[in-house]
């Protein structure tokens, strides 16, 4: 049987996860992974009420981390910059890296990878995209013989976590609340609401995928924080749901990088994948379209995804990532992208709304769908749903100030249709 020494560097909610989770699945960490892991020290700056690490060393300064007698590191510090300083000392001390910290990756990825390259160490960090849901090892070794054209996935917990409660009828900012309660949502939940970590972790799959650097140029980045409940009750009449999705998809000879929410389909496989489950599609010549679903957050998950690499690590021999020599790979420009879209707006009760804003998509040459017009007589407003026929991007930004524009409307949001 193989053996591993590691470090962990953390003692947050996934350090602890990963602690108890080498104790309780031991027996099989042993038998399935032919693995033993000791753990020799634990980089804690400070003690963790919820969990006794026993007769385990604890360095305070997590550096000191790298000078033990270990095979490995496991960063579960998050963050950016001090990650990044702890995995390249890690890499020039040659202590090979596991880490689940996408941040980290999408911002200084190439420079890690390379330094690991020529160090000679692995750096592994399957966790870091929809934690312990396979999806790093999958792209770079199981799809290996494929040309994958395109990734779509749900890849932020959190997001689909309170999106799929509240079609359900919850609230926002309690389901927010409970997110972080479970362990889900990052120290910081803006980067999970705003969009940025299930960008962060597209950006992770299309470096993987495409070749597209890291950090990758600038690409449309949209949260879930504007969309209300009524959103998905105009959704669901209309046979959609709404998702956050993140997509990296070969367009010509270049890529389409965006994360944002969508309408889609609801008999669509992502929007039958609820909680905290991260759903990802990948499109190949090979095999066709692959789905792949998990959790995609919390600490056992994320475990999962962590002890999955120290097997890897263990068992073979010579699977150091060689970064493909073409990261020069241009995104495709968001504004050149044509969706169809939902728009949501409200207007006082007038009969003439919903002529003028007619008369906006149609300056614009939009067509429409459909266009329906509800009267909250309560609040004494009109929802006015459109759905528009595909137009270009551009166009957005003079809707939005041309519909505002108009005296009789208060409110206009919008969310763009997923087509397959
Ligand atoms: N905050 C992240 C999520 C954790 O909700 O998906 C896993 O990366």
Not at 195 to 216: E, N, V, Y
């Amino acid at each position: 049987m193989k053996k591993l020494k590691i470090g962990i560097c953390g003692w947050g909610n996934v350090a602890t996860g990963l602690f108890n989770t080498i104790e309780n699945n031991n027996k099989f960490i042993k038998s399935n992974g032919n693995l033993e892991i000791e753990i020799v020290v634990i980089g804690a700056r400070r003690d963790n009420p919820k969990c006794d690490p026993g007769a385990v060393k604890i360095e305070r300064d997590i550096f000191d981390v790298i000078d033990h007698d270990i095979d490995v590191v496991v960063e579960l510090i998050g963050g950016v910059d001090v990650a990044r300083d702890l995995i390249l000392k890690s890499i020039n001390k040659k202590k090979h890296v596991v880490t689940a910290n996408k941040a980290v990756l999408f911002h200084h990825g190439d420079e890690i990878f390379k330094e690991a390259n020529s160090n000679g160490v692995k750096i592994l960090f399957e966790s870091s995209v929809c934690a312990g849901t396979p999806i790093i090892k999958l792209l770079t070794e199981e799809l290996s013989a494929n040309k994958v054209t395109k990734i779509a996935g749900m890849l932020n917990g959190t997001s689909n976590f309170i999106l799929s409660n509240m079609e359900e009828g919850s609230d926002f900012k309690p389901t927010l609340e409970l997110a972080q309660k479970e362990g889900y949502a990052e120290p910081d939940p803006t980067f999970d609401i705003e969009g940025m970590d299930a960008a962060h972790k597209i950006g992770i799959l299309s470096s993987l995928a495409f070749g597209t650097p890291l950090p990758p140029d600038d690409f449309y980045i949209e949260g879930i924080s504007k969309i209300e409940k009524i959103d998905f009750k105009y959704a669901k009449d209309m046979g959609f749901t709404i998702k956050h999705l993140a997509v990296s998809k070969l367009n010509q000879d270049k890529i389409e990088l965006r994360a944002h929410p969508v309408l889609i389909k609801k008999d669509s496989y992502l929007a039958n994948l609820k909680s905290v489950r991260n759903g990802i599609e990948v499109e190949t010549d090979l095999l066709g379209t692959l789905h792949i679903a998990g959790s995609g957050a919390g600490q056992e998950s994320t475990a999962s995804g962590v002890i999955s690499d120290l097997v890897n690590l263990a068992n073979s021999n010579d699977n150091i990532l060689e970064l493909d020599s073409n990261r020069n790979i241009e995104l495709v420009d968001f504004m050149s992208l044509s969706f169809q879209y939902y728009f949501y707006i409200e207007s006082n009760i007038t009969p003439e709304a919903v002529e003028k804003i007619t008369s906006i998509f149609a300056k614009k040459k939009i067509a429409l769908e459909s266009i329906a017009h509800k009267e909250d007589l309560k609040e004494n407003i009109s929802h006015i749903i459109v759905i528009t026929d595909l137009f270009l991007e551009r166009e957005i930004q003079y809707l939005y100030e041309n519909i505002l524009n108009l005296e009789s409307v208060n409110k206009i949001r919008s969310i763009r249709i997923e087509s397959n």
